[in-house]
């Protein structure tokens, strides 16, 4: 059954890594620690540092290691040294952006890379949180995907029917932030495509093991926690979605409708 099974792609979030703390180049993919925001709004950048990682995901011999966030222009160039030539970049743009300005900012130093279109504008993945975001996306960056941040979870009936029309429509659909094997398991069930986690050498070992036996492995990650865990009930997923919608619109104006699925790429959230 293993041979079936298409497994999603392991993308890093930023935080810190048992297996890589001092780098945060993975096997398949990378993506770094950028904050595009107001440092105004977000004077502490403890989650860049790793502390939002619980340490029993990092082991007893675990050094703590504060990493500089590296600029824009500083992540263009590693993305664009030979060895890296395969890596995506997933840049989470916060709404307390402007959006024109962050996007024209952002070609200036993308285009001034060589063969930038074909070797790595298909590389970056735009997260927008907000539609306000999209048509300065289309007008200014247009080479680069694009990609819907929610909070809507997909174990909800809500998700399986969200799930199924992203299948339809050929959209892909990456969970966030999942980080344990139980829930790792259950995203693979799923078929998302990619999976965001703190913990990447947990994800990578364990679909090797998926890979290898999957009906075996797969058996000793049940579902019940579907059923027993607060936040995958649909009050509170009610309750968190409209928290969210409130905070979106009261810092970056209101929700425009957009034309369904063609509009973005979504990225849904399994946890978070």
Request: charged share 25%; proline share 5%; glycine share 4%.
């Amino acid at each position: 059954m293993s041979a079936l099974k298409s497994f999603p792609e392991c993308w890093g979030h930023r935080g810190a890594s048992a297996a890589f703390r001092r780098i945060r180049l993975q096997a398949s993919k990378l993506l770094f620690a950028m904050e595009l925001g107001n440092r105004k709004r977000r004077p502490c950048l403890c989650r860049q540092c790793g502390y939002n990682v619980p340490r029993s995901h990092l082991g007893e011999d675990y050094e703590w290691d504060r990493q500089s966030i590296p600029t824009f222009t500083e992540t263009v160039a590693l993305l664009m040294k030979p060895e890296n030539r395969h890596v995506t970049f997933n840049v989470d743009v916060k709404i307390f952006n402007d959006p024109e300005r962050l996007f024209k900012l952002m070609h200036t130093i993308i285009s001034a890379q060589p063969e930038w279109e074909t070797v790595l504008a298909p590389r970056i993945l735009l997260g927008l949180w907000h539609t306000k975001f999209v048509k300065y996306a289309e007008t200014i960056l247009p080479y680069c995907r694009r990609s819907h941040i929610g909070f809507d979870a997909l174990a909800t009936w809500e998700g399986a029917k969200f799930r199924e029309e992203c299948k339809q429509a050929g959209k892909k659909i990456m969970a966030w932030t999942v980080n344990e094997p139980a829930y790792m398991v259950e995203a693979v069930r799923w078929g998302v495509d990619v999976i965001l986690t703190d913990v990447t050498k947990t994800w990578l070992d364990l679909r090797a093991a998926l890979r290898a036996d999957f009906d075996k492995v797969a058996a000793q990650y049940g579902r019940m926690f579907l059923w027993t865990t607060p936040w995958f009930y649909s009050p509170f997923q009610l309750f968190r979605r409209n928290l969210v919608r409130y905070y979106l619109q009261m810092h970056a104006g209101p929700l425009q409708k957009l034309s369904g699925l063609d509009a973005l790429r979504p990225r849904r959230s399994l946890l978070r």
